[in-house]
């Protein structure tokens, strides 16, 4: 029996102030070892949700269980279930990167031991041992989204949740990326992918789910939705069950 990775029942989401819902009854389940995407156009409540279920935004209305353990009582052990790399830097401009990487395992609660070993580990895999000690401040577009992601797996998460993790990025990097991505993947790491890039989506992620005004309109492998939706590509399919086009 494949493993629950992520289970969202009946979730909806109301932000203080505001009528409309952003998450109205929204169901939900991936299982361990996917590549899944989340994607819609703007404001269709993507961002709301990669918060809800990464623990960002309190909620009361439903539930998210990563692994079976429900998102509203996420404590140190759920943290680190998974790993979260945001759109914005998470990560201190004035540090090197060796010196964010440690100040991150060790918030996770890794070993010293641990630390200097995957601190290392991953430097080599992004491709910044030649820059370990310089200032990330410095650092091109790309090379902030590497570190970025180091920083978000150094804990070796089960799940990892992505929201657009290659923006802004050249063409090299961008494939630098996703090739490790999909290694994570291979390794046993569920990924949860949300982003504007939807030739990138297609080749990454198993399944995807589209996303409209809160609500899920869509969720299969791309194969079967285009077969279903008798679609060429995910655009026209996004077109299609949106009726919205997808502006960056």
Aim: proline share 3%; hydrophobic share 40%; aromatic share 8%.
């Amino acid at each position: 029996m494949n493993t629950t990775a992520l289970h969202i029942e009946d979730l909806s989401f109301v932000y203080p102030g505001q009528i409309i819902s952003s998450l109205s009854g929204l169901n939900l389940k991936i299982v361990e070892g996917e590549k899944f995407g989340l994607l819609g156009p703007n404001g269709a409540g993507k961002t709301t949700l990669m918060n809800l279920m990464t623990g960002l935004l309190p909620f009361e209305n439903g539930s998210i269980k990563l692994f079976g353990n429900e998102m509203k009582n996420k404590n140190r052990a759920v943290n680190k279930l998974f790993g979260f790399v945001p759109q914005d830097f998470s990560f201190y401009q004035e540090l090197s990167p060796k010196e964010n990487l440690e100040f991150f395992g060790a918030w996770a609660g890794i070993s010293k031991r641990e630390i200097k070993y995957r601190t290392e580990e991953l430097l080599e895999i992004t491709g910044l041992t030649e820059v370990t000690n310089k200032p990330v401040a410095e650092f091109s577009g790309g090379m902030k989204r590497k570190m970025n992601i180091a920083i978000g797996v150094i804990h070796r998460p089960r799940i990892l949740f992505l929201d657009e993790p290659t923006v802004g990025v050249d063409v090299q990097s961008r494939h630098s990326i996703i090739t490790y991505l999909k290694e994570l993947n291979n390794s046993g790491t569920t990924l949860i992918y949300s982003s504007h890039q939807l030739n990138e989506a297609e080749l990454l992620c198993d399944k995807i789910a589209l996303i409209d005004d809160g609500k899920i309109v869509a969720n299969d492998t791309l194969t079967n939705l285009l077969s279903h939706h008798n679609e060429k590509g995910l655009e026209s399919l996004f077109l299609s069950l949106t009726e919205k086009a997808f502006n960056d």
